[in-house]
């Protein structure tokens, strides 16, 4: 049932990575600029924060399979309508639906996860997945890439739906449900605003989901510059940039690996301020390279590596501890996280957009996000000692 589960978390990693490649070729097939090419990005990732929020309650109040069912046909059919959009606004536009489709399969996917595990197990259950959540960064631009040799960008999108239907397919026959009628709880109003309104109110969960935003905004300022900086400053073809991408997200993957052996000597508590910290360090290598000189493309692409491995190591520990006290509204509770880390990344990605082809922005807005992440920890760390106690 992992493995399904994980599946089924890839749909959004695919869905944001795989036309990466395609970018540059995209802003001169539509006419458009940088910025207005990577709204498409922005939509998708405004759509999975605002989606969640609808799917977190609905997941809590009917069940998890029900509502990962639909998210799956509404990601069919977005992916079809990405297909015939020629317009750079109307793909923005599509491309919202097919974030609003994710969001329901992200949210499930974390609920169900939390409805079997709490704690270090959920933080190593959760890295446990990355072995095949982090072949979907993977093999997401490398097989946009490979499209692109024998098509144009538009069968990018063809391809996603024929994804959505394979998982469509494997969640119909193989995701079990996971939250008994008994546990279930109301979608009315009042009980959903209820909800929202004791997790506000928590200052530690709301540090701990700041802290996974912020990180998560990394990961972002990367994905939605690292094409244009790549491809365009350091000249990179869209082959090799997705190769440089790959080795990136088996970097990512193979330290989520060694995150549960961490966990179990220092706490999830302890790896999470150890990896605000590398986020921190990294990224104050890069900014140099990028701001002021030519920074040697190895070098760049080995500091791009640490500031990933950092958000890889974040993410479980981030998620483990914010989700810890809430497994009888996991599903609201990981919605209005995952709401948070989109909310942050939608605002990064047309920022490092502005900021062209160089990577000074993108550089700028990944040292700001690790300093601030690094911050808010220092200050969960002084201020809810309980936190670090959580086995």
Do not use: K
């Not at 317009?87 to 489709?101: C, H, I, K, Y």
Request: proline content about 5%.
């Amino acid at each position: 049932m992992v493995v399904v589960v994980a599946l089924l978390m890839s749909v959004s990693p695919f869905t944001m990575d795989m036309y990466l490649p395609a970018l540059p070729e995209m802003a001169r097939a539509l006419d458009a600029t940088p910025s207005q090419v990577q709204l498409s990005l922005t939509g998708v990732l405004v759509g999975l924060a605002l989606g969640q929020l609808v799917a977190g309650p609905l997941a809590d109040a009917f069940g998890r399979r029900r509502p990962v069912l639909v998210g799956l046909v509404g990601h069919i059919v977005a992916s079809l309508l990405c297909f015939v959009a020629r317009d750079p606004d109307l793909l923005a536009g599509t491309r919202l639906l097919q974030g609003l489709s994710c969001a329901a399969v992200a949210v499930v996917a974390m609920a169900t996860v939390r409805d079997l595990f709490a704690g270090s197990g959920y933080a190593r259950v959760m890295s446990r997945m990355f072995l095949v959540i982090g072949v979907a960064p993977v093999l997401a631009p490398t097989i946009g890439g490979g499209v692109l040799t024998v098509a144009e960008w538009p069968f990018i999108f063809l391809a996603l739906a024929g994804l959505g239907v394979l998982l469509l397919v494997v969640a119909a026959t193989s995701l079990p449900e996971t939250l008994p009628p008994e546990r279930r709880g109301q979608a009315t109003f009042t009980a959903v605003r209820a909800s929202y309104r004791t997790l506000l109110g928590d200052p530690t969960y709301l540090s701990l989901i700041l802290v996974g935003g912020l990180m998560f905004s990394t990961l972002f300022s990367y994905v939605s510059g690292a094409s244009f900086v790549l491809q365009v400053r350091f000249g990179l073809s869209q082959q090799q940039f997705a190769l440089v991408f790959a080795a990136n997200a088996v970097g990512l993957t193979v330290l989520a690996q060694v995150n549960p052996l961490l966990i179990r000597r220092f706490g999830p508590a302890n790896v999470l301020t150890c990896a605000t910290v590398l986020g921190l360090v990294s990224s104050a290598l890069l900014f140099p390279l990028l701001v002021f000189g030519e920074g040697p493309l190895v070098a760049v692409v080995a500091v791009l590596a640490l500031s990933v491995a950092g958000y890889g190591l974040s993410m479980p520990n981030s998620q483990a501890l914010a989700l810890n006290r809430q497994g009888h509204r996991a599903g609201t509770a990981a919605a209005l996280m995952g709401f948070m880390q989109f909310v942050i990344g939608s605002v990064v990605a047309p920022v490092v957009g502005l900021g062209g082809a160089d990577g000074v922005a993108m550089a700028t807005a990944m040292l700001a996000a690790t300093a601030c992440a690094a911050s808010v920890m220092w200050f969960v760390v002084r201020r809810h000692p309980e936190t670090m106690a959580v086995r």
